[in-house]
């Protein structure tokens, strides 16, 4: 296994069915690529179709899921390597500290969170891994602009444009993933 990348995604169902071919996609690709996928161990969207798409060609997935996800039956059955935590924070930072990588596929506000706050994590130096957006469909680009937009009003530096690489396609995540090279950024301060 040549590490674990960690899969921020949407546990949605009712979405464009692109973006489950794209999850499924980048599921595989990590699989070929010998990379241990860890998400959070649901069973329905994005969450599920990373999984299926890891699992069905041959890899491995962790999924690290609070309690009462688990006690709701949220937990996606097909994983044979759950980490169960206390809560959603134990959940995030367990996530975290087992990541060689971040990769944040489209989500709703519980992704949304999840990298930003890996990204805040990243530019106070306590994430040191690469963080790549998986941008399907153009999903982030409101986000996008609105980070560049924080850097033209001065609230965060130029160089921290660097804390993340964006991708098009599962192909080209995997490319900047196999490619990443430690980066070291100016203090907010």
Same mark, same amino acid.
């Given at each position: #296994?040549?590490?674990? @990348? ?44 990373? %999984?299926?798409?890891? /699992? ?8 690290? =899921? ?16 759950? @980490? ?13 500290? #087992?990541?060689?990588? @971040? =990769?944040? !596929? ?12 890996? /990204? %805040?994590?990243?530019?106070?130096? !306590?994430?040191?891994?690469?963080? =790549? $957006? ?12 609105? !980070?560049?937009?924080? $850097?033209?009003?001065?609230? #965060? ?5 660097? !804390? ?9 995540? $995997? ?7 430690? @980066? ?6």
């Amino acid at each position: #296994m040549r590490g674990n @990348v960690c899969v921020f995604c949407a546990s949605s169902a009712n979405i464009d069915s692109r973006y489950l071919e794209s999850a499924r996609e980048l599921g595989a690709l990590l699989a070929a690529g010998g990379w241990r996928c860890v998400n959070g161990g649901g069973a329905v969207g994005l969450m599920g179709a990373v %999984t299926d798409g890891t /699992l069905d060609a041959g890899g491995a997935v962790t999924g690290v =899921i609070p309690k009462f996800m688990v006690d709701n039956g949220w937990c996606y059955d097909r994983l044979e390597d759950v @980490v169960v935590t206390a809560d959603m924070h134990q959940r995030k930072y367990m996530m975290s500290e #087992m990541a060689d990588a @971040v =990769i944040a !596929l489209p989500g709703g506000v519980g992704t949304l969170e999840e990298l930003l706050e890996t /990204l %805040t994590w990243r530019q106070l130096g !306590l994430v040191k891994v690469p963080v =790549i $957006i998986l941008n399907t469909l153009g999903y982030y680009d409101p986000l996008l602009a609105m !980070l560049c937009h924080a $850097i033209a009003e001065g609230f #965060m530096k130029p160089s921290h444009s660097e !804390l993340w690489q964006v991708a098009a396609t599962p192909a080209e995540a $995997i490319a900047l993933l196999e490619d990443s090279k430690p @980066v070291t950024f100016e203090s907010k301060y």
